[in-house]
């Protein structure tokens, strides 16, 4: 007999239809316009079901690192050393400072935590994408739809509601993106958050916003008093005309959602903070110190290890900058697909963590598993399969819930 700790924590359930297209053609009726990109399959047509006894401990976890990161950040704000020690440019600090702390949870209302879940159910956090995660369509529209297909259950049906009750206290006007119109999944991303936010929000490109003494404009010179963007808050150090964007931000002229305290939670040097912290015994008390051993990596601002590890930026996104080391300690993959933003941010250096394998239609993938957190709440999965790195040219597929 199989017992529950000898039972996978994922099956693979589905087979692929022949009519893709009008599969595809539904999905955008829906909202989510790129399920096929530049002609390749972005979304598969099959599903993961998750084991629900591994579902609920990843709820779990994923409620107690929230208050872990949000108690971590509190220790950090004001302190400028750590900022530095972070990677965070030097431009943001006097923002940072200037400006006060949102809530207990809520300092980042929008982001996803990205998990490392073995064959065997053992969960590790990888990273937290606080600041402009995507894969909201994915997993807010997709992946309730597949489930349903898939007689799977979904905890993603809350995200909509989720997202109305966090923009109903934010209330931006505008929300923006790079190529606004152009850029299928950042413009279908904002696209749906406003549309399930229930407000009357101007979607625009940020390339054509200007800064005229401090106050944020449109294109047409109209102001922008409060702004969802899809634009990493590391950037303003690097783009022409980020300082004076920094500066509408600091002189209380324009309101950056998620705040720009997000940025403190970005760090990927977060979690090498937390570690020390951990091992220090300092700042977190027993059932924090106990989902930060259970759930999390060592982690340190240099390569301290005798076995596996990985090697990121402390600001890199989709994979880009990932570089996988073996057990000899010699580079054994590294992303050549995302960009290296290690030329402008530090390096962090994170013990290995070996994702799940999946057998796919497709062929054999490994399998990032993202648990967004929106208004402080757990709420929903994103499937990612792909190589040892999962970067940007890997594969959105739905997982979902065992119904038994």
Same mark, same amino acid.
């Given at each position: 007999?199989?017992?529950?700790? /000898? ?16 599969? &595809? ?8 316009? @790129? ?17 629900? +006894? &591994?579902?609920?401990?990843? +709820? +779990?976890?994923?409620?107690?690192? @929230?208050? *872990? ?32 702390? /949102?809530?207990?949870? #809520? ?13 065997? %159910?053992?969960?590790?956090?990888? !990273? ?28 993603? &049906? ?8 966090? @923009? ?13 119109? !152009? ?6 991303? $904002?696209?749906? #958050? ?11 490109? #940020? ?7 401090? *106050? ?7 102001? $922008?008093?409060r702004i969802f963007a899809l634009y990493p808050k590391? @950037? ?36 090498a903070l937390i570690w020390g912290l951990y091992e ?29 590890? *990985? ?18 300690? /010699? ?27 999946? +057998? #796919? ?12 957190v929106i208004n402080g709440v757990p709420c929903g999965?994103? %499937? ?12 959105? *597929? ?7």
């Amino acid at each position: 007999m199989t017992t529950k700790r /000898q039972q996978k924590a994922f099956e693979v359930v589905g087979k692929p239809r022949e009519d893709r297209d009008a599969l &595809v053609a539904e999905l955008a009726a829906l909202g989510f316009t @790129w399920a096929d990109l530049e002609g390749e399959p972005y979304w598969i047509d099959q599903a993961v079901a998750m084991r629900r +006894e &591994v579902y609920e401990e990843l +709820e +779990e976890a994923a409620a107690m690192l @929230w208050r *872990v990161f949000d108690r971590a950040c509190r220790f950090v704000h004001g302190r400028q050393d750590l900022y530095a020690m972070l990677g965070i440019p030097e431009l943001l600090w006097p923002t940072l400072d200037a400006l006060e702390l /949102q809530g207990d949870g #809520l300092i980042s209302r929008y982001a996803r935590f990205d998990f490392a879940i073995s064959d065997e %159910g053992i969960i590790q956090l990888l !990273e937290l994408n606080a600041d402009t995660p995507t894969g909201y369509a994915e997993a807010a529209i997709a992946t309730p739809w597949q489930c349903e297909r898939l007689s799977l259950e979904s905890p993603n &049906v809350q995200m909509p509601a989720l997202v109305a009750a966090a @923009w109903a206290e934010e209330q931006p006007d505008t929300a923006a993106c790079a190529a606004y119109g !152009e850029h299928l999944e950042d413009s279908g991303t $904002i696209d749906m #958050l406003v549309k399930h936010s229930g407000q009357q929000i101007d979607c625009v490109d #940020l390339l054509e916003l200007w800064v005229d003494e401090g *106050v944020l404009r449109k294109k047409d010179g109209q102001a $922008i008093d409060r702004i969802f963007a899809l634009y990493p808050k590391e @950037w303003m150090a690097v783009d022409e005309g980020g300082e004076a964007l920094a500066y509408a931000v600091e002189s209380g002229q324009l309101q950056l959602f998620n705040s720009v305290h997000s940025i403190i939670l970005q760090s990927k040097g977060m979690m090498a903070l937390i570690w020390g912290l951990y091992e220090l015994h300092m700042l977190f008390g027993a059932d924090e110190r106990s989902a930060i051993e259970r759930y999390m990596l060592p982690t340190y601002n240099k390569a301290l290890f005798d076995g596996s590890y *990985v090697s990121k930026s402390m600001f890199g996104r989709e994979g880009g900058s990932v570089i996988l080391y073996d057990e000899q300690g /010699q580079l054994e993959v590294k992303d050549e697909d995302g960009f290296d933003t290690s030329q402008l941010f530090p390096r962090v250096y994170q013990k290995r963590a070996e994702l799940a394998k999946i +057998e #796919l239609e497709a062929g054999p993938f490994s399998l990032l598993t993202g648990m967004f957190v929106i208004n402080g709440v757990p709420c929903g999965l994103l %499937g990612r399969a792909g190589g040892l790195i999962t970067g940007n040219t890997s594969h959105f *597929v739905a997982i979902g819930v065992k119904a038994t």
